[in-house]
């Protein structure tokens, strides 16, 4: 939609809430609905953030050990121990979700927001402990594990089938 378009919509669409709210009718186009937004499934991500907490340890202990160290070398080893450390931390606070919509899928991958829309999906997999999605265009499929990120996947097998139901897309479940 154009800007000068979109601009029109939202003012007509106030125009008419006001006129609504006068009534005593309730105000269209906020999704008071529960599944307007959509189910949000988090998980938690372990892995990467123990891999460089071991690995800020074994710098440190190579740092520490190592003969002929000066005092401005172990500073510069303490901050880079502090800086693993930190990543660590923002890694591990950063939660990993998966949200189902009508006709969207949507998950946070190399820091962006992506989507796939129901026709983009060719099916989705749900297995023991994971859940696939498979993309039919470019890019690699979408894969939410319990082992690695710690998600419901009961739970979100449950939710995938329902929206893979109303969506006409093949459900396979192993």
Known sequence: ????????????????N?????????????????????DVFKGRKYVLPFVLIALGALYAMLGVLTPGVTEGSQTITWFGVGLYILLALMIFLRKPYLKVGRSTVS????????????SEISKIRILKGSVVIENKGRGGNWVFSRLINRYDTDAMGERLEQFAKVNQIPVERE
Do not use: F, I
């Open 1 to 16: 939609m154009s800007r000068s378009w979109e601009r029109k919509v939202s003012k007509n669409m106030s125009q008419l």
């Open 18 to 38: 006001k006129q609504r709210k006068k009534q005593g009718q309730p105000v269209l186009g906020t999704g008071t609905t529960p599944t307007s937004d959509g």
């Open 107 to 118: 998950t946070m991958k190399y820091n962006r927001e992506r989507n796939l829309m129901a």
